[in-house]
Every structure is written in C-alpha cells, then in structure tokens.
C-alpha cells in the first residue's frame, strides 16, 4: 500500500546526508542532521516531519547478528572504552488517517518542489533517488508514485494554495530542509515560498534558528 510518510522520511534522510542532489548538495561531515542543533532536533520531532525522520533512522540501523549477542561477554565495547550509542527509538505507533497521510504527501509535494526549484533533480538524480528508495525497501507501488511526483512537481503557487495555515510552518521547513539557505537562488525560492503561503518574516527567522540553518 502506497505510504507518503516512508517516501517522506526517505527524502528527508537524502536531503540531510547530503544525497538529494549528488555533488552539487554537500552538507558537510555527517550532513544536516549530524550538525544540527538539539533544539532543532526537539523542534522536528513536534510534527510530522521529526516522525518521518525518526522512522527513516529507526529502520536505517543495520540488526545486530544473533551470534554477536549470543556471547557470554557480550558485544566488544567501542573504541576507548567509551560507551556505545542506542540506535535511535522506533517511529511512536500512530495510526495513518486519512488526514495524516495527505499531510505527509504534502509535505513530499513540498520538498520535491523545492529540490526542482533548486535544480537538485535531473534524469540522472531522479534514477539515482529511486535506486536509494528501492534499497530502502519501498515497493513497486510506493516507487511509481514517487517517480510520478518527481516527473510532474507542484508550482508554488500550486503547493501554496493547498497548504492549509495550520500547515505553514512545516511546509516551509521541508523546502528549507531540502535546499538550505545557502545561495542567492535558494533564498529566492524561499522568499517566494514564503510570500505565497504567506509566511511572516518573523516565523521564518523563528524556523531558520530552531533548524539551525542560518
């Protein structure tokens, strides 16, 4: 069954290890994610967009072989006799409404848009998302429906007039998420963005300083 909030989370993990975009998108040592600020981590983790992140995480973690911890010791400890991190928490069991489904395929609507805006998207990006989102385990179904939405992207103006107000803030942080603020065209498109939500500047410097992204 098609699942926006896999294909969400799929994009999210691309775009903040520094994937979404090949060569032309770095992100640094460890990508967005791995820099980003606690409180913008916190703040994620109060939507939708910190669920789809945490579910990409979760399942991203290779399973520990039976035999590894099968042994009377126990597996070795980390280099420096430092301790081990715990793999991040599954995604919190929430059953997908209607409702939260098509918040979760609006808020892929909006980072497509943006990576398109952008120019993160080609054929050759295209192919090579879809090759990551079948590794991932996404099936036929869920693969089809993301190519079709990287074929066919919303406008601006098109995402913006269905972004419900509730929904602004979110929308806004996936694009961000997406492209950064870091060139004078990725804060073009995100002053447009922001003009046809509408989005007041000062939620936007709110958003920019809860992610981290200047």
Known sequence: MFNPEKL???????????????????????????GMSGAGKAQLGMGLLGIAIAAYQHYQQPSAAPNTLAGAGGPPPPPGGGTAMPPPPPPPAIAASPERLAEAMHLLRAMITAAHADGLIDGGEREAILGRARQAGLGHEDLRALDAEIRAPFTVEQLAVRTAPAQRREVYAAALLTIGADTPDEIAFLDQLAAALPLELAARHEIHAQLGIA
């Not at 691309?14 to 994610?33: A, E, F």
């Open 8 to 34: 969400l989370g799929q994009l999210l993990g691309d775009s903040m290890s520094g994937q979404l975009g090949g060569s032309r998108r770095t992100r640094g040592k460890g990508g967005l994610l791995g």
